[in-house]
């Protein structure tokens, strides 16, 4: 079985402020881990994932996660973020290996980017 | 449809009476999950179907909960006598399979009063 941990449940910074949103994952086997935003009112999209390769992963709207073996982690950052950026973010790992790929969600971290 | 379908898009109903909540996943996709969304547990996985294979159904809270898939495609989830602790979003999500990428529908809001 596998776990996430969001540490912060809500995350507020001034626009063009760097951010970061912490994750931290506890599974015996090896994991996919995932980063998905709910913007209000709206559903889940994927923002960025790591499957495997460089640990390094970048979406296409600026942000970035690092896989981070030795301390489960998958933290992510953005050196700037915009009043957009608001919304919730949710990281999830599933198992790699097995058959079913169902996800296990953090708590979420509601980021507000405030002007 | 480009996207994941969900109907109804909002449910209120009396405690003690049935609801069916339906998904309509991106065509071609063969695995369906199904997820719930509430204020005190976070999202939660219930139920995964992947082609004919028998459905994994270790997330369903209790007996009252149950789903199908007809002809791999669309799926409805029934819950039997509601509570108000089922009060929640259910989110459907499918994929083409493997650990490829879960693309989620807008989701059921599910009141039990």
Known sequence: AQSVTQLDSQVPVFEEAPVELRCNYSSSVSVYLFWYVQYPNQGLQLLLKYLSG?????SI???????????????????????????????????SGGSNYKLTFGKGTLL???P | GAGVSQSPSNKVTEKG???????????????LYWYRQSLGQGLEFLIYFQGNSAPDKSGLPSD????????????????????????AVYLCASTKGGGSEQFFGPGTRLTVL
């Not at chain 1, 460089?54 to 970048?58: H, K, N, Q, W």
């Not at chain 2, 009476?17 to 695995?31: M, N």
């Not at chain 2, 009252?64 to 009060?87: C, K, N, P, W």
Request: aromatic content about 8%; overall charge negative.
């Open chain 1, 54 to 58: 460089s640990t390094l992963v970048e």
């Open chain 1, 112 to 114: 507000t980017v405030n």
């Open chain 2, 64 to 87: 009252r909960f149950s789903a199908e898939r007809t002809g791999g495609s669309v799926s409805t989830l029934t819950i039997q006598r509601t509570q108000q602790e089922d009060s």
């Open chain 1, 61 to 95: 709207n600026g942000f970035e996660a690092e896989f981070n073996k030795s301390q489960t982690s998958f933290h992510l950052r953005k050196p700037s973020v915009h009043i957009s950026d608001t919304a919730e973010y949710f990281c999830a790992v599933s198992e």
């Open chain 2, 17 to 31: 009476k049935d609801v069916e909540l339906r998904c309509d996943p991106i065509s071609g996709h063969t695995a």
